[in-house]
């Protein structure tokens, strides 16, 4: 099938080389010119695992094209599919002005039937402002289909190619028949492709991330009270996540979640909830308590401090707001940082792909370590931020000659509390003791 993607970014590179893959005719379309740039060189505007295989091969067997031209995009296609962003106004709410935008720009350029897909993560009756906008434009016959994007970064090759269900909003058999089409071969596993009315589509994608969130918030609070209690929370987890009721992915305490869907897509349900009158009191607090965890691992390093970490040196392993990738929006990194160098600390950070990323959100106010012994050397602290496999199994009696205290704040719990007591740290984790 002949296939545009507008927004080359996390979601629309992984669709669009996805579905190259898998024989069709893509033409990936982004106002970035820079990043089209780039890919036509095979040059990636972000680290995602597997993604730079594709990208290359399909470029070069001539399935996969890179363009700033959005209306040809649009023209030389049968399907649409918006993936551009869709950041949090002011109020929380999502804002659609991209997604408008390109709704205006597809009508503009309408010159045979088409199926329009929106694949940005939307609030419900964003479908058919779409289908309003583009209408006053064309008199072409079109669908409009709503599809939600569950990939995750860091897998999301894997994620799409084999997803554990494929969630599509219809207004037709029709549409419905040639979407299918397109999704039949990632889903020859067996796993489910769900078609449902468009409203439901849309509410799935937030619905499905705001109970993600909830998982993440609860554990965190579980862990403070473990703290308080003397109960270790990754024995907790464990406890609980064997009950085939709650099942064990998403039971991780940690550093607060961040990343660029969690917390504008809670942020937005809450505001579509308000906006109809339903106050989402549960999203409220998930939100309350991620704000407050993501001060945790600074509070724990100002507490070691004695309250004083003017002139300290803090090195910190991790800016991306999970492992796999170089992401770093909400990233909990960011909040540690800040409030680090707001305390008078002097901070060397070290990532596998997010310095450049960090270097445009601190610039000069850090330094960054190309190398994870080079960060914490000399340094009055080690703060662990992201669970990166390369810190997991360090060389620890290095790790100890290079500190200058052998503090470790570990925001992922990477380490067992008794070895590093046993090795001579100071080891403090989330949710657990220090080891006795
Ligand atoms: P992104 O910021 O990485 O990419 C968006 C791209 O759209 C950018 O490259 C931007 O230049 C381009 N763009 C903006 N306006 C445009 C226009 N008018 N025409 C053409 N291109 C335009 O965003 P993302 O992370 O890929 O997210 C896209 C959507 O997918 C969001 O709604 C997000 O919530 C959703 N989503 C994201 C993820 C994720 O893990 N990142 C997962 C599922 C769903």
Redesign the pocket.
């Known amino acids: 099938m002949k296939v545009a993607v507008?927004?080359?970014?996390?979601?629309?590179?992984v669709v669009g080389a996805c579905l190259a893959e898998a024989g069709n005719d893509v033409a990936c379309?982004?106002?970035?010119s820079e990043?089209i740039d780039g890919l036509r060189k095979n040059q990636l505007?972000?680290f995602e695992p597997g993604l730079d295989t594709l990208v290359e091969r399909n470029q070069e067997e001539g399935r996969l094209q890179f363009t700033t031209d959005?209306g040809a995009a649009v023209e030389a296609s049968e399907i649409v599919f918006i993936?551009?962003?869709?950041p949090p106004d002011e109020d929380g709410s999502?804002d659609l002005q991209?997604?408008l935008?390109?709704a205006e720009?597809i009508g503009d350029h309408m010159n045979a039937p088409k199926i329009v897909i929106t694949?940005?993560?939307?609030p419900v009756g964003t479908a058919e402002k779409v289908r309003r906008a583009i209408a006053g434009r064309t008199s072409e016959k079109f669908h409009v289909c709503s599809n939600?994007?569950?990939?995750?970064?860091g897998a999301?090759v894997e994620d799409f190619m084999k997803p554990d269900r494929v969630v599509v909003g219809v207004d037709s058999p029709e549409a419905a028949e040639i979407v299918g089409e397109l999704y039949a071969p990632f889903v020859r596993t067996g796993k489910p492709l769900l078609f449902m009315d468009i409203p439901s589509a849309e509410m799935t994608?937030y619905a499905a991330n705001a109970m993600l969130a909830t998982r993440i918030s609860f554990m965190n609070q579980i862990a403070e009270l473990c703290e308080k209690v003397g109960a270790d929370v990754t024995l907790v987890r464990k406890g609980i996540g064997s009950d085939a009721r709650i099942g064990s992915a998403f039971l991780f305490p940690g550093p607060g979640y961040g990343?660029?869907?969690f917390p504008?897509?809670v942020k937005a349900l809450i505001r579509t909830g308000d906006d109809c009158g339903v106050s989402l009191d549960v999203l409220k607090a998930v939100e309350d308590v991620n704000a407050r965890q993501k001060r945790r691992i600074f509070e724990k390093l100002h507490e070691a401090a004695e309250g004083n970490l003017h002139g300290r040196r803090v090195a910190v392993w991790g800016l991306a707001f999970k492992a796999e990738t170089d992401?770093m929006r909400e990233s909990p990194a960011i909040d540690l940082i800040q409030a680090l160098l707001d305390a008078g600390a002097t901070v060397r950070a070290h990532d596998p792909q997010a310095v450049d990323n960090a270097r445009h959100i601190f610039g000069g106010r850090i330094e960054y370590a190309e190398h994870a012994y080079d960060a914490v050397k000399g340094a009055d602290a080690l703060a662990i931020v992201t669970e990166w496999l390369e810190f997991r199994n360090p060389d620890f009696g290095r790790l100890k000659s290079l500190l200058k205290t052998p503090l470790i704040v570990d925001g992922r719990n990477l380490y067992e509390p008794a070895r590093m007591r046993q090795l001579g740290f100071r080891y403090i984790g989330i949710g657990r003791g220090e080891g006795a």
């Open positions: 507008v927004g080359t970014g996390y979601v629309g590179l379309a982004d106002v970035s990043k505007p972000i959005v993936a551009v962003g869709t999502a991209h997604v935008a390109v720009t694949k940005s993560t939307v939600p994007e569950f990939l995750k970064e999301a994608k990343g660029s869907c504008k897509d992401d």
